[in-house]
């Protein structure tokens, strides 16, 4: 006879006790003789790994039919080999936050339940921002509509908590394995069980709420953060906010944010960097100017054309452009073209001014048109 207590009795639960309660029982007594808390008590140490040895065993279906079967003394000896239970690695944050069923059950090859129950779908939405919120970033709130957990049932899919048993066909797995022929060889196939869609149990009372799904739609708002110098067609992941898994055990999808940046009335961009075309006039161009203009961060921007420019050259002003998400080494630069607008109706004064104008402009441009001109001709003739 084996000298270890009974595995009931050492997580303090009945022999009917279901999945819920040996895990609740389970989690209070592992946080209790942790060794992060309990430092240097080998006491406590030794209770620690008595206590996952029992849940190890008493949380797969399959393991624990044996052990009522057959107690400690099961044929074959212990199933976890000849050196016996080892402690398994196990966090404070793991017992909130349950990962620690698939480490169990995986101390078995998968012959309980799956190891790594299916994770709810990811869901994508599209949220807009404006020019000038990509440029500051902003805190975002948006409400969606996704399968969550049932509140009814608390996932589990059953009105009570007995009427959940272990599916018969697939013994919990959630999977079946069978043997088929191909040709003239033999290839194993694995795939869910039909019977219990994949789940390993079966609900004999099911939820009104969710129909036994563990699943019901529900409206929620989701909170975020659009970092400063997004761009569009930037995903943000919201880890645990799309829909919830079918599994009891499985965790919940990811919920991803595509930002569309709408488009400003005078910038386009290009990485960090911004671009604009600046309208001015020819006296501008001949003269020099500075233009200033409001800018995305407050503060004005000037721009200093210097005198004698021509149209369609670029002026940088560095710094001054988006902030750089995934650099962080400061702000894009700013290029400005210069664009020359001309006027639309010439008064017949300004007409006459013009055209003297020209004629003391023109000197030597005028002169190597007509150059242009004659040789353009001499060639023809040739």
């Known amino acids: 006879m084996s000298g270890k207590r009974d595995y009931y009795e050492v997580l303090g639960v009945g022999r009917k006790a279901n999945d819920a309660e040996l895990k609740k029982a389970f989690r209070s007594l592992a946080r209790k003789f942790?060794?992060?808390?309990?430092?240097?008590?080998?006491?406590?140490?030794?209770?620690?790994?008595?206590?996952?040895?029992?849940?190890?065993?008493?949380?797969?279906?399959?393991?624990?039919?044996?052990?009522?079967?057959?107690?400690?003394?099961?044929?074959?000896?212990?199933?976890?080999?000849?050196?016996?239970?080892?402690?398994?690695n196990i966090s404070i944050d793991d017992l909130f936050g349950g990962g620690f069923d698939s480490i169990f059950s995986s101390l078995?090859?998968?012959?309980?339940?799956?190891?790594?129950?299916?994770?709810?779908?990811?869901?994508?939405?599209?949220?807009?921002?404006?020019f000038e919120e990509a440029f500051e970033g902003v805190e975002g709130e948006i409400e969606i509509d996704v399968l969550n957990r049932c509140s009814s049932c608390e996932g589990s899919g059953s009105t009570t908590p007995d009427g959940i048993r272990t599916c018969p066909t697939c013994d919990g797995r959630g999977r079946i394995t069978r043997i088929e022929r191909i040709g003239p060889?033999?290839?194993?196939?694995?795939?869910?069980?039909?019977?219990c869609s994949g789940d390993g149990r079966i609900i004999q009372n099911p939820c009104k709420n969710c129909r036994?799904?563990?699943?019901?739609?529900?409206?929620?708002?989701?909170?975020?953060?659009?970092?400063?110098?997004?761009?569009?067609?930037t995903r943000l992941r919201m880890s645990g906010h799309g829909e919830a898994s079918r599994s009891a055990n499985g965790r919940s999808g990811n919920l991803y944010i595509e930002i569309d940046v709408n488009p400003h009335r005078w910038f386009e961009r290009d990485g960090a960097d911004l671009l604009m075309?600046?309208?001015?006039?020819?006296?501008?161009?001949?003269?020099?100017?500075?233009?200033?203009?409001?800018?995305?961060?407050?503060?004005d921007l000037k721009v200093k054309i210097p005198a004698g420019s021509c149209p369609g050259e670029t002026i940088t002003?560095?710094?001054?452009?988006?902030?750089?998400?995934?650099?962080?080494?400061?702000?894009?630069?700013?290029?400005?073209?210069?664009?020359?607008?001309?006027?639309?109706?010439?008064?017949?004064?300004?007409?006459?001014?013009?055209?003297?104008?020209?004629?003391?402009?023109?000197?030597?441009?005028?002169?190597l048109v007509?150059?242009?001109?004659?040789?353009?001709?001499?060639?023809?003739?040739?």
């Open 34 to 88: 942790h060794p992060d808390k309990n430092p240097d008590d080998s006491e406590a140490e030794k209770k620690f790994k008595e206590v996952q040895e029992a849940y190890a065993i008493l949380s797969v279906p399959e393991e624990r039919r044996k052990y009522d079967m057959f107690g400690h003394d099961r044929p074959g000896g212990s199933p976890f080999g000849s050196g016996g239970f080892q402690t398994v």
């Open 108 to 130: 078995f090859g998968g012959g309980g339940r799956r190891t790594r129950p299916a994770r709810g779908a990811d869901l994508l939405v599209h949220h807009a921002i404006s």
């Open 185 to 195: 060889f033999h290839q194993q196939m694995t795939s869910d069980c039909a019977a």
């Open 212 to 233: 036994g799904e563990g699943r019901a739609e529900q409206s929620k708002k989701v909170r975020f953060s659009v970092p400063a110098g997004i761009n569009t067609g």
């Open 277 to 299: 075309a600046l309208p001015v006039s020819y006296v501008d161009l001949v003269l020099g100017a500075t233009k200033e203009i409001p800018h995305l961060d407050g503060q």
């Open 317 to 367: 002003i560095q710094g001054r452009g988006m902030p750089g998400v995934r650099t962080r080494s400061g702000r894009g630069s700013i290029m400005v073209l210069l664009k020359l607008v001309m006027p639309g109706k010439v008064p017949r004064a300004l007409k006459k001014q013009l055209e003297d104008l020209r004629d003391e402009l023109g000197s030597g441009h005028g002169d």
């Open 370 to 382: 007509d150059d242009i001109i004659d040789e353009a001709r001499d060639r023809r003739r040739s």
